[in-house]
């Protein structure tokens, strides 16, 4: 079964500031999707971004980038700029790829991170 | 488009009365999850349905958990009896094809509480 690990409980950063926060995985499936979702206090979860497991390329989206690292099995999420509305608990989460294995996503337990004015 | 729509938002009970949950998933997805979070177990599958037909429901707890999904704008998530341990966040999601790789956008959760 596919772990994800996210080992900061909380963080925070200054407004304008970049944050990234870490997403370590085990698995002995070669191709999967990584995703990063946000939850703030109105409780809905938000997909951030999106990274398949084959394309070397980190996937970005506007302020939002990924640094995708398979071998290490590390997927981290980095926030330029941050602003007031990124405060929120970011879960990072694993689906096997379509076909084979789980239907599940599998999530960590999530970082709550602060934005100081 | 609306979103996933999840009814009701919060929902107080009292042990051993029947509780359900409702969703609307995004038009013309075909798939549909129920998932529940808390904070000791975080969050977990319950149910998985493909085109309405449920596929994996690995995750239910027990037989006083029941979910349905009549056509494809509408399921339902049943506890009967409901149990204080049943307190949660129930989450409803749904996939454009997620056999296909498609991501999955969730609802704004119910938040039910069993008293």
């Known amino acids: 079964a596919q772990t994800v690990t996210q080992s900061q409980p909380e963080m925070s950063v200054q407004e304008a500031e970049t944050v990234t926060l870490s997403c370590t995985y085990d698995?002995?499936?070669?191709?999967?999707?990584l995703f990063w979702y946000k939850q703030p206090p109105s409780r809905q979860m938000i997909l951030v971004i999106r990274?398949?497991?084959?394309?070397?390329q980190n996937a970005t989206e506007n302020r939002f980038s990924v640094n995708f690292q398979k071998a290490a099995k590390s997927f981290s999420l980095k926030i330029s700029d941050s602003q007031l509305g990124d405060a929120a608990m970011y879960f990072c989460?694993?689906?096997?790829?379509?076909?084979?294995?789980?239907?599940?996503?599998?999530f960590g337990k999530g970082t709550k991170l602060s934005v100081i004015p | 488009d609306a979103g996933v729509i999840q009814s009701p938002r919060h929902e107080v009970t009292e042990m051993g009365q029947e509780v359900t949950l409702r969703c609307k998933p995004i038009s013309g997805h075909n798939s549909l999850f129920w998932y529940r979070q808390t904070m000791m177990r975080g969050l977990e599958l319950l149910i998985y349905f493909n085109n309405n037909v449920p596929i994996d429901d690995s995750g239910m707890p027990e037989d006083r958990f029941s979910a349905k999904m009549p056509n494809a704008s509408f399921s339902t998530l049943k506890i009967q009896p409901s149990e204080p341990r049943d307190s949660a966040v129930y989450f409803c999601?749904?996939?454009?094809?997620?056999?296909?790789?498609?991501?999955?956008?969730f609802g704004q959760g119910t938040r039910l509480t069993v008293v």
């Open positions: 989460a694993y689906r096997s790829a379509p076909g084979a294995g789980s239907y599940q996503l599998t």
């Open positions: 999601a749904s996939s454009l094809h997620w056999t296909k790789g498609t991501e999955a956008f």
């Open positions: 990274q398949e497991a084959y394309k070397q």
């Open positions: 698995t002995s499936e070669s191709d999967y999707y």
